[in-house]
């Protein structure tokens, strides 16, 4: 009767939607391991990629410093770069920093004898540089780039007690007509300037 053949369809309808639930329900379980596997190898790809772009940028920092160190000098660990242009202080610490270096800082009497060397040769035998080290917030405390004390000074103390500016002059010079001393001297004073960059 047509009562029987819809209550077999409706039998057939419920058995094909729970068949289907079945299934869809054994197969989402291999989709989400799936999914995982495909995460994981998403993440480990974008991994790899961001360890190639870390190695790239090494790696042009690196010629870079080359390419410093064949314009300028190397000295203990370091390439020092002189800039015979005339600048202040802030000017010459600023350009330094674009260029991923620092104003130069001697930290051994060795390394400042190399310094003094480099600029008679480099810039002039009469010319004067800027150091990386200021007194600008304690008057008399004396520190590096890094706000951290400075341990060796070559201070000319000989002829003048250096340094002896005060509150007037905070940044400090080598003077190459003083064999390699140092004088404090007013921030605002135009000098030549060398970087020094950190090679390892």
Known sequence: SCQSIMDTRAVCLVFCLLLLAHCTLQQNPSKKKNNAANNAAIEELKKQINDIVAELNLLKEQ?????VCLRGTKILGKCFLADPVKKTYHTANDDCIAKGG??????????????YDYVRQSIGPEEHIWLGINDLVTDGHWVDQSGSSVRFKNWETEITLQPDGGRGQNCAILSTTANGKWFD??????????????IV
Not at 63 to 67: F, H, I, K, V
Not at 102 to 115: A, F
């Open 63 to 67: 010629q870079a410093l080359q390419t």
């Open 102 to 115: 620092s104003l130069s800082t001697p930290v051994t009497g060795d390394e400042n004898d190399q310094l």
């Open 185 to 198: 001297e007013n921030c605002r004073a135009e000098k030549a300037s060398v970087c020094e960059f950190n």
